[in-house]
């Protein structure tokens, strides 16, 4: 099992190896550099040449790599063109804002869908199952940009309860920016319930319908207790993965809802400097997502070996 | 007192179309189940035997409802109880063994937590009490080391523990009702074997009434003091197991006892004509009429009713039941195989061994040998030109591996696989020419994983005759339906999809589509597994018609005695994939033979009551064959020691031409054997 699990490791630093190496080359194979896109109009002559040789860019596209390569395992990503400013002290405060919109939404929508989807199962094709499964339908195919909007218009501009769009300051302590967060959040968390709870309402159908709870039943066991040691340890299982995965997508980012908002997080950030053409903030940026979804797929499928008695086991017996 | 425990009355089970027609299932069901008695339930898929067992346990499967009658458990009726008065009877009262323990069992919860659970619901003991009861019930179904075994999980258990295990489940709650649906189907021939003495001994022990549904009359035979024989969702026979087993006064009986291969019989079993009626396409007549071959004018427009007949403690629903007897007696079979069989040598297998075991990739680079006992090994077969060979062996005997290396399917470590005497067959697919790839076909087990269920009859015979004889248009039409004509089935399925077909109507197609290839050899991997035992009457008759017609060569695998019996000329008994014993079939199945092919010949259930299996190894499962020695050293009833454990036995011809390996001289066996 240890041999697993590192092996899983070395994959997942390989991976990362790998999106490195692609954002670089990507970055690299633009037209321009970071100096064309930085002094726009007045890049040539001997502006370009400074600033060639302050960015480094005269040397060879492989040593440049190794460098960077380096910095960025001592966790220094080095300047922003842009604001002039260490990139690190630009994602800081987006990597907090975003773990904070995500954190509100995992805890409002996981357990939430956890239980609409148990619900919806157990009561399947009954009022419940109808209600709840049309509304969860609706809330997935209803894009964000558009839900949001009319989140805005309904509860901020008709009703005042809520700030529209978050105007702060990219540092704002947590209870400051908590009563932005409401609408984006809910906004968030009804794409990622409906199709979760649908998820985990197929997987509790499908484990309903096996053999084992069948026996379950015949052998007496109340009807609440096969649920809980029955159906859910087994019907859940295969929900980790999915979870794991909007998780990794909420932390990465949800572009357009921040978009909507105006919500400094890391979403934003990535429309912002592509649009800013701030070369070494996108490649950050992009090691930086390849490192959440990489480290949350790890942390699943550990999850996953450890819950699950058929994976334990056969691994330990190798 | 009333000696029933339960009394079903007129019971009518069904579910409503998508046209909104009620579609019956069961059929006006009126049975007794009386105290201590075991009755066992007989008919092919279809019949209804399961829904009326759940039926038993006042459980009716999603999407079908009771639309008449009552199942009385002690004068109460199940199916108007709730769920709460349900969950004290299930378990309690009446306790169910489910045909397949390894999918019944909850994956998540230890063994000794399953138990438990069932004790904790049904009895009154503490936790050390209940503990003691788990290793006593384990103790009771003959499972080794109990406290061991409670730790473990589902999966980490052989087919036969799980089924015992579920065995255990059952008795924890003390039932006086015990529902076994299908309880030893998909176990090896030795480990049913053994399930069902302990379920006999259990029936004994504690004097529980049981139930005992299966398709399989030989396991029957051994249990049930009265059978119910069901047909279309109707009981069509009912009465003590001899006499439905030995003087069948219905035409289905007796159709479905005769075609059920049995080792005391040489050749082909006879089959019976088309299949069951599916729900809903039932005819105004009896519901046997299309493929009765004693039916008169009378059957095809009434209804025939269930008469029970004093003198023989029999019901029976047939209208010429009493002249059945006289006339099946003019019956007689000869369906003896007539295979030319040349001595031109087809397929050679020498030395094969083959593994499963992956190199790692720094083995793989070091060039280092890393599996130095091979899943099957050492394997020399010739096979001539016409004849049918067949390979034997429970589950794990490396049959089914042998039979995809031949296929190419899978690389073989040692050794080699020629064909047509010279041409060498290469392990790997990609590498075989079109032509070699033509001359072998496979059929597979199961039709519904092995037909595409998105093409029609036609797209799925096409795919062959296009590949390798570049038909097309009109040509390719005619070839198809002369196809279909050769395995018996209508122009008229070429548009058909799988689903519509039955399950022999599929393993037809299957068999159309090996043969479309016009193939020398014909690899069948359990064919007839899958299949009801008329439908394998059926199958198997027409694979043997064919090959009289066309001189195919087969290689048969099962995991049948009986099938390989009737159908082979050659039979290779392997175990561990290892070859115990080759030879003439009609001499294999006679004494001398090999320490393994006796216990499993033992092991074959007949249906007769009278005949009874006799038991002479343990049905333990080995997890890998052993380093050195015999294969079968750790099962052996004969071994006599250190010779069987160190060195690999050698080969001796016996009499009759079949080949043995083993370590005991060859007439010692004849003389321990008789």
């Known amino acids: 099992m240890f041999f697993l699990i590192f092996k899983r490791f070395v994959l997942g630093l390989i991976t990362l190896f790998i999106v490195s190496l692609i954002t670089f080359i990507g970055v690299e194979i633009l037209p321009g550099d970071a100096c064309t896109s930085y002094l726009e109009r007045e890049a040539f002559g001997e502006a370009l040449a400074a600033c060639i040789k302050r960015l480094g860019l005269d040397v060879p596209a492989h040593e440049r790599y190794i460098s960077w390569a380096y910095n960025v395992i001592q966790g220094d990503f080095g300047y922003s063109l842009s604001g002039q400013m260490q990139i690190n002290e630009v994602l800081g405060p987006r990597i907090k804002n975003s773990l904070v919109l995500a954190s509100a939404a995992i805890i409002i929508g996981i357990p939430l869908a956890l239980i609409l989807g148990i619900i919806t199962a157990l009561w399947r094709d009954k009022m419940p199952d109808i209600i709840i499964s049309t509304v969860a339908i609706f809330s997935m195919t209803i894009p964000e940009f558009i839900s949001a909007t009319l989140l805005i218009l309904i509860v901020a501009i008709w009703l005042e309860w809520l700030p529209g769009i978050v105007i702060v300051p990219t540092d704002v302590t947590f209870f400051e920016l908590l009563p932005n967060i409401i609408l984006p959040v809910i906004a968030i968390a009804m794409i990622m319930t409906a199709h979760m709870a649908r998820m985990v309402r197929s997987s509790v159908i499908q484990v309903m319908a096996s053999d084992y709870i069948q026996m379950a039943i015949l052998k007496g066991v109340p009807y609440w207790k096969m649920v809980f040691k029955h159906v859910l340890p087994n019907a859940l299982l295969p929900a980790i993965n999915v979870v794991a995965l909007t998780i990794a997508w909420l932390l990465g980012g949800v572009v357009v809802t921040e978009v909507v908002f105006n919500y400094p997080g890391l979403g934003r950030l990535v429309i912002e400097s592509i649009s800013n053409r701030d ?9 930086i997502l390849a490192s959440i979804y990489v480290s949350i797929n790890f942390i699943a499928d550990l999850l996953t070996l450890m819950l699950n008695p058929r994976l334990k086991t056969l691994q330990t017996r190798k | 007192m009333n000696t029933n425990i339960q009394e079903i009355k007129d019971l009518c089970i069904g579910f409503k179309s998508q046209k909104g027609e009620q579609i019956s299932i069961l059929r006006n069901i009126t049975t007794n189940i009386r105290k201590g008695e075991t009755v066992g339930i007989v008919g092919e898929s ?6 009326l067992a759940l039926a038993m346990m006042g459980y009716i499967k999603h999407g079908l409802f009771t639309t008449g009658g009552e199942c009385l458990f002690k004068s109460k009726d199940l199916l108007s109880l709730n769920n709460k008065e349900l969950e004290d009877i299930r378990g309690r009262k009446i306790a169910m063994i489910p045909q397949n323990a390894g999918q019944a069992l909850t994956p998540n919860l230890k063994i000794g937590y399953q138990i438990e659970e069932a004790l904790k619901l049904h009895t009154d003991f503490n936790k050390v009490e209940r503990e003691k009861k788990i290793s006593e019930l384990l103790n009771q179904v003959r499972l080794p080391s109990p406290s061991i075994m409670a730790l473990r999980y589902p999966h980490e258990l052989s087919g036969g523990q799980q089924q015992r295990v579920a065995v255990a489940m059952a008795l924890a709650g003390n039932p006086e009702l ?18 069902l003495e302990l379920l006999k001994d259990i029936a004994k022990e504690t004097g529980t009434s049981m139930v005992y549904v299966s398709h399989d009359l030989g396991a029957i035979a051994q249990v049930c003091d009265r059978v119910i024989v069901m047909y279309a969702g109707e009981i069509v026979l009912e009465g003590p197991v001899r006499k439905i087993l030995k003087e069948p006064i219905h035409p289905y009986t007796y159709g479905l006892l005769k075609s059920i291969p049995k080792l005391s019989l040489s050749g082909l079993p006879d089959s019976m004509p088309g299949s069951q009626p599916q729900p809903g396409n039932i005819g105004s007549g009896c519901s046997f009429y299309d493929r009765c071959n004693f039916s008169s004018d009378e059957c095809k427009v009434k209804v025939p009713e269930l008469e029970y007949l004093s003198d023989i403690d029999t019901s029976v629903r047939c209208f010429n039941h009493s002249e059945l007897i006289s006339k099946t007696s003019e019956q007689k079979i000869t369906n003896d195989l007539k295979n030319k069989i040349t ?3 087809i397929l050679d297998l020498k030395d094969v061994s083959i593994s499963y075991a992956k190199q790692g990739i720094i083995d793989q680079f070091l060039n280092k040998v890393t599996d130095t006992n091979p899943t099957v090994k050492d394997i020399n077969i010739n096979i001539n030109k016409g004849e049918t060979i067949a390979l034997v062996g429970e589950s794990g005997s490396g049959k089914s591996t042998i039979l995809k290396s031949i296929a190419g399917l899978l690389k073989t470590k040692d050794g080699y696989i020629k064909f047509d005497k010279e041409k060498l067959l290469s392990g790997d697919l990609k590498k075989r020419n079109s032509e070699d790839l033509r001359s072998i076909q496979l059929i597979f087990q199961n039709p519904d994983e092995s037909l595409n269920p998105n093409h029609t009859v036609e797209q799925i015979l096409s795919q062959p005759l296009k590949l390798y004889f570049g038909l097309t248009g009109s040509k390719l039409k005619t070839s198809i339906a002369e196809l279909l004509e050769k395995v018996r089935l209508g122009a008229f399925y ?35 597994s899958a299949l009801d035992v008329s439908v394998q009457a059926a199958v198997l008759d027409l694979l043997q018609k064919l090959k009289e017609e066309l001189g195919t060569t087969y290689v048969f695998v099962s995991h049948d005695l009986a099938v390989v019996k009737a159908i082979s000329d050659r039979v290779a008994v392997l175990y561990q994939g290892r070859l115990c014993e080759i030879g003439p079939s009609k001499d294999v199945y006679q004494f001398p033979s090999h320490p393994y092919t006796e216990v499993l010949i033992g092991a074959v259930l007949e249906p007769d009551p009278d005949i009874r299996p006799k038991l002479v190894a343990e049905d333990i499962v080995e997890e890998k064959p052993p380093e050195i020695g015999c294969s079968f050293q750790g099962r052996c009833p004969r071994i006599i020691g250190d010779k069987c454990r160190n060195e690999t036995p050698p080969w001796q011809i016996g009499d009759n031409g079949n080949a043995i390996r083993c370590h005991i001289n060859i007439e010692e066996l004849k003389i321990q054997q008789s």
Do not use: N, W
């Open chain 1, 279 to 287: 070369l070494p903030v996108v490649q950050a940026l992009g090691i």
């Open chain 2, 46 to 51: 279809g019949s209804g035997k399961s829904t």
């Open chain 2, 178 to 195: 015990l529902l076994l649906d299908e309880p030893t189907t998909g176990l090896d021939v030795t480990t049913q074997a053994h399930v």
């Open chain 2, 343 to 345: 001595i031109d040598e």
């Open chain 2, 494 to 528: 070429m548009s058909r999809y799988p689903r519509q077909l039955s399950g022999g109507e599929k393993q037809r197609i299957a068999v159309a589509r090996a043969f479309a290839a016009r193939p020398d050899i014909i690899l069948c991997d359990e064919v007839t």
